[in-house]
């Protein structure tokens, strides 16, 4: 990301490099939510792999495939609420959905 000059679009990064159980454990996708102030529903998980689709739906996330080097399969339905073919996709699926967090994580 710094390479790229992205990190600064980036407030929060959490990686394995924070010590996290792998994927399929959702600790990743809740250690992250924590560290936006997000409920685990008001967050939505892109991922290219079924271990991270199964995390996602692990941490009670929306969770989106984008299938990269794997191509979709029936069966993962049971874990993803979209499937987009490439990110622009996820951009226009974005657009269509109605903005409504419940607020920080950490609220009243």
């Known amino acids: 990301l710094e390479a790229c000059g992205l990190k600064a679009y980036f407030p929060v990064i959490v990686s394995g490099e924070d010590g996290l159980p792998s994927k399929p454990a959702p600790d990743i996708f809740l250690h992250a939510a924590r560290a936006i102030h997000l409920q685990p529903g008001d967050c939505l998980v892109l991922e290219d792999s079924y271990n991270g689709i199964r995390a ?12 990269d080097l794997l191509r979709w399969k029936p069966e ?31 609220a009243p």
């Not at 996602?56 to 299938?67: D, I, S, T």
């Open 76 to 106: 993962w339905e049971a874990y993803a609420e979209h499937v987009c073919d490439t990110l622009q996709d996820v951009l226009a699926m974005l657009e269509r959905m109605p903005a409504q967090p419940s607020g920080p994580a950490d």
């Open 56 to 67: 996602g739906r692990g941490a009670g996330m929306q969770v989106c495939m984008v299938p």
